[in-house]
Nanobody
Framework: QVRLEESGGDLVPPGGSLRLSCAAS????????MSWFRQTPGKERELVAG????????NYEDSVKGRFTISRDNVKNTMYLQMNNLKPEDTGVYYC?????????????WGQGTQVTVSS
C-alpha cells in the first residue's frame, strides 16, 4: 500500500524550531521529486519547498529562504523539513507530496498533513 505519513508538527513560540518528517511506504522515494506544501484556512495549498529526485536540487518559497531546509534520506525513504526561526505566518497544515513521471503517466501521492502552530 502506497502511503506518505507526516509527523513532527507542534505548537511552538515565535523564534522556535521544528523538524517535520515525511515517511514513505509502498514505493521508493529515490525516483520521486518531493515537496512540502502549507495550507491555511480559506487558502489553497502553497508550495513551501521542493527537492528533486536525482541531484537533490532544492527550491524554496521566498518567505522561508534562509530559515527552512528541505532534505531527503533515500535509504530511510524519508523526507525532512527543518524549520528555524519560526514566525506566526508559518502556521498551517503541512503536507508532503511525491511526484514522478514515466512513459505511462504521472504518479503523485499526498500525505494526510501535520499541524504547525506558531504562537506565543
Amino acid at each position: 500500500q502506497v502511503r506518505l505519513e507526516e509527523s513532527g508538527g507542534d505548537l511552538v513560540p515565535p523564534g522556535g524550531s521544528l523538524r517535520l518528517s515525511c515517511a514513505a511506504s509502498g514505493f521508493n522515494v529515490s525516483r520521486y521529486g518531493m515537496s512540502w506544501f502549507r495550507q491555511t484556512p480559506g487558502k489553497e495549498r502553497e508550495l513551501v519547498a521542493g527537492i528533486s529526485s536525482t541531484r537533490g536540487l532544492t527550491n524554496y518559497e521566498d518567505s522561508v529562504k534562509g530559515r527552512f531546509t528541505i532534505s531527503r534520506d533515500n535509504v530511510k525513504n524519508t523526507m525532512y523539513l527543518q524549520m528555524n526561526n519560526l514566525k506566526p505566518e508559518d502556521t498551517g497544515v503541512y503536507y508532503c507530496k511525491a511526484v514522478t513521471v514515466d512513459a505511462f503517466g504521472t504518479y503523485q501521492y499526498w500525505g494526510q498533513g501535520t499541524q504547525v502552530t506558531v504562537s506565543s
